[in-house]
């Protein structure tokens, strides 16, 4: 931390107080315990943590941190707290800050690093090598970025290329024109759709007018993709990314509660389509011991089918295929299923009507044809949900099992009912 402050300028109109400008020991090991503490946690909790201290040590902290992390940190501190340490921090920091935050949360421009190792176009290999000596003293670049007049990304130079030309090469001779490079507005999910077949240490960022803005590196853009795994499965329940072991109850109550309202909203639907029934179940008891059955089978082929078309959404699968060949193909599959598991539970249902005196043959006819409607209906909602909710804007992964199973568990219970209904006297 000595090293980093004694080559920065002084701050200008600095609210540190003199103590942290020159930090005893005892505060020098404050620091180091509050920036391992920082890296250890999520974003959300981090910030929580620092908001507890002093804005000197807040500052020394997201100096100390890797650049995306402070962003991130930076992003989740109250309005107040980030207006007063916004003249404290860095004017480097302060930039990149200002500029990150201008892209929407889960993009590659809010996660993305200054552009190290640029280079014009006309500078020769012996000025760029002798440029990538004195910028190695503060950064290490792995790759040369080449720009032209207007700032434009124009070319890249890997580092053997650069070694092995003539000094007196211009760039552009060795250069690799028109190289990948990932826009800033660009998901971190298609970024990672993009880069699944490019294995580069660093990807560079360009704004709309193709002029580099950033770069992000590889380890980075697979550790953002990372924790959006991580949080699909929680997410699915209503349980948000930023959510963790150590999050406050209070927060987590925050987050979790209104799902579960939601939640309960959609039971009572479903419980609604039972009430409607209740005749109908009084003079066919044996129906009710088989509701839960239905339910539970229609409600786990839901959640494959659910499964699979995210690992798709993820993947960008369906840019290859049809919609309607995949719900085609779920709704067979769901038939397929629905026929082998609808086989064993008719038979225990003609089994138990037979103890209990019901009309066993037909009472095992109609769960048998439940089973097979509600396994395919519950397949296809498992792909309809998502794409739903992708195609009107919102997050395909949020709550989806919650809609999927409510879906699964009215299909299910009322298609069995309306069948007894109908046909069992």
Known sequence: MDNRQQTQNPRPNSAVAPTMNNPTPGQQDEISQLVESVIRRAPMDAAGLLDKHENEALVEVLEAVEPSLSMKILSYLPEQRQSEIAA??????ANRWTLNQQYEAGSVGRVMQKPIGVFHYNQTVKE????????????????????????????????????????????TEIMLR???????????????????????PVYPVCDS????????????????????????????VGVEQEETINTPWRT?????????????LTA????????????????????????????GQSGNTGCQSLAVTLR???????????????????AVLGCANGFLVGLIAASAMFFYATANGGNAVLLALVVLVAMIGSC???????????????KVGADPVTASSIFVTTATDVCSMGLLLALASMFVQ
């Open 252 to 264: 987590c109550l925050k987050f979790r509660h209104p799902w579960l309202q939601l939640n309960l």
């Open 88 to 93: 404290d921090i860095t004017e480097q920091l």
């Open 209 to 236: 007018l193709n002029r580099l803005i950033g770069l992000i590196p590889g380890y980075t853009l697979f550790e953002e993709q990372r924790v959006e795994l991580i949080s699909r499965p929680g997410r699915m």
């Open 178 to 200: 028109e190289p990948f490079s990932l826009s800033a507005e660009t998901t971190i999910t298609d970024a990672m759709q993009s880069v699944v077949h490019r294995h580069y």
């Open 312 to 330: 798709g959404l993820t993947l960008g699968e369906f840019a290859q295929l049809k919609i309607g060949a995949i719900v085609k193909k779920e």
């Open 376 to 390: 395919v209906l519950s397949g296809v909602t498992g792909v309809l949900v998502p794409m739903a909710l992708k």
């Open 128 to 171: 760029t090598i002798s440029g990538i000596r004195e910028l190695t003293k503060t950064a290490l670049p792995t790759y040369v970025y080449v720009i032209d007049d207007v700032e434009q990304f124009y070319g890249l130079v890997v580092m053997r290329d650069l070694m092995l030309a003539e000094p007196d090469q211009p760039l």
């Open 268 to 295: 009572f639907m479903a419980a609604l389509v039972v009430g409607l029934f209740e005749e109908t179940i009084q003079q066919v008891v044996v129906l009710a011991a088989f509701l839960p059955v239905l339910a």
